[in-house]
């Protein structure tokens, strides 16, 4: 019998329709596949606050969730604790973003089960604090301008100065009471403090310091830190702090470079209203030595590897450097040349001393606790 072309026709439409029906299926029953090519993947996850900017931002979204078929669901959480606390651990995450490289040996030794890990990008620990402060620093020896709002400041001179009790008039600034500090985030929360208190005691042992060396100087590190006070458990919350207390209240911080950055981007207009009418501008101190503060996604589970893919690709590279003020894998800027990113950082920094290994830095932070 003779197969009507309108038959033939309709058995193919319907082996497509079973074809893809069956494909939906598939993908469904894989979701280690699905991803772009079907229902969009959603992950799990913890990642530091600095870097809660960026995943919040729509563009940045919409890219993950069209492009490479990603929707995250990424809680803040203290670098440090993510990859040491149980409670956070026994959530089962598929994804961690701490801030630091040496973050990933600290998860394993945790008992972290890692498919994979890659660093995303980069910023370098930075000094936050006000232009009529900083022009003190300048006049007591230990800072120096670097063009508009930026600064580089010696640490090693500033972290002598606080163990040694110096007052605020004595390194410059007069209008300050008490003692002379710098506040950082809680060491062991948060990977600002866990960064600051690593570069410090490398600082004062003079050379990266080592588990032979870390004895010489961790009481020294330790009143660096009890100086502080109160030390904020996440990156964002102290530089929301410090943008809130003005100079009076926060007058020098431990940051990255790309939060001032970033608060900047976020509205031009109200910088514009601070530079033309605050009684004191916020401005970066740049230390010499710094340390890079890698920010390496530790996938967990194969579902989550291609995340590792999808943010090291160049558009969301950009849009990291564009809107946020992070650098590249390697430190490098980005292509887009917005005059409020170019006039406010260091387009190379050539200075900088490695973090500390993992044991060193977990055996530092016991001390800063005793």
């Known amino acids: 019998m003779a197969i009507s072309r309108r038959a033939i026709l309709g058995t ?10 069956g494909g939906y299926v598939f993908l469904r029953g894989h979701p280690e596949i699905a991803g772009p090519l ?4 959603r992950l799990f996850g913890f990642a530091g606050g600095e870097k809660e900017g960026f995943l919040t931002n729509a563009r940045v979204r919409n890219l993950l969730e069209r492009r490479f078929g990603l929707i995250l669901d990424a809680r803040r959480a203290g670098s440090v604790e993510m990859v040491r606390e149980r409670a956070l651990l026994d959530q089962k995450p598929q994804f961690l ?3 630091s490289s040496v973050l990933v040996e600290v998860a394993r030794s945790s008992g972290v089960k890692i498919s994979r890990d890659q660093v995303i990008f980069n910023s370098p620990i930075v000094l936050y604090s006000w232009d009529r402060i900083a022009d003190g620093l300048v006049k007591a020896g230990l800072a120096e301008p670097a063009g508009g709002p930026r600064y580089f ?5 500033l972290l002598k100065a606080i163990i040694a009790g110096d007052s605020w ?7 300050l009471f008490g003692r002379a500090r710098v506040v950082s985030t809680d060491p062991n929360r948060s990977n600002s403090g866990f960064v600051f208190a690593g570069l410090a005691a490398s600082l004062l042992s003079g050379d990266l310091v080592v588990l032979d060396t870390l004895d010489r100087i961790n009481g020294d590190v330790a009143t660096v830190f009890k100086r502080m006070g109160f030390k904020p458990p996440s990156s964002g919350k102290l530089f929301d702090d410090y943008i809130a207390g003005g ?17 900047v981007l976020q509205d031009a207009e109200r910088w514009k209203r601070v530079e033309a009418n605050a009684p004191a501008k916020p ?27 999808a943010l090291t690709n160049d558009a969301v590279l950009e849009l990291a450097w564009e809107d946020h003020g ?23 920094i050539d200075a900088v001393l490695p973090m500390p290994d993992a044991p060193v830095m977990m055996a530092l932070l016991d001390r800063l606790t005793a």
Do not use: C
């Not at 193919?12 to 029906?21: K, M, P, V």
């Not at 400041?153 to 001179?157: G, N, S």
């Open 326 to 348: 992070f650098r590249g894998p390697l430190g490098t800027i980005g292509k887009a040349r917005n005059p409020l990113l170019q006039s406010r950082l260091i387009d190379r």
């Open 97 to 99: 973003w701490p801030s």
């Open 247 to 263: 100079a009076g209240a926060q007058p020098l911080i431990v940051g990255y470079e790309n939060q001032l950055i970033e608060w």
């Open 12 to 21: 193919g439409l319907l082996a497509a329709s079973a074809a893809a029906t």
């Open 38 to 41: 079907g229902e969009p993947k």
């Open 169 to 175: 008039a004595a390194i410059g600034v007069t209008d």
């Open 283 to 309: 401005v970066m101190l740049y230390p010499r030595p710094t340390v890079f503060s890698a920010h390496p996604l530790i996938s967990i589970n194969r579902e989550a590897d291609e995340l590792i893919d």
């Open 153 to 157: 400041i010696d640490l090693t001179k």
